[in-house]
């Protein structure tokens, strides 16, 4: 009878096999951030760094006298 009990108590439910699924990792996510964050940032000083070069060609050429600025009338 013991047996035959024992046997019951397995077909009593079935066994659901768990998903195993992982949320984000928030090292990962962390990490991640970190890199795409600092390659705008990169980028991004690199646009201003390009800006301050024209810029400062810009004043040497009208210091140096090689261009001018004229005034548009109206």
Same mark, same amino acid.
């Given at each position: +009878?013991?047996? $035959?009990? $024992?046997? !019951?108590?397995? +077909?009593?439910? %079935?066994?659901?096999? /768990?998903? @195993?699924?992982?949320? %984000?990792?928030? #090292?990962? *996510?962390?990490?991640?951030? @970190?890199?795409?964050? !600092?390659?705008?940032?990169?980028? =991004?000083? +690199? /646009? $201003? =760094?390009? *800006? ?9 050429? !009208? *210091? ?5 600025? #004229?005034?548009? *009338?109206?």
């Amino acid at each position: +009878m013991r047996g $035959h009990v $024992h046997s !019951l108590k397995q +077909m009593a439910g %079935p066994r659901i096999a /768990h998903a @195993t699924l992982k949320g %984000p990792s928030v #090292v990962k *996510e962390i990490i991640i951030g @970190t890199v795409l964050g !600092l390659g705008a940032a990169s980028f =991004w000083k +690199m /646009h $201003h =760094w390009n *800006e301050k070069k024209k810029t400062r060609t810009f004043y040497d050429f !009208l *210091e140096k006298g090689e261009i001018s600025v #004229v005034a548009e *009338e109206e």
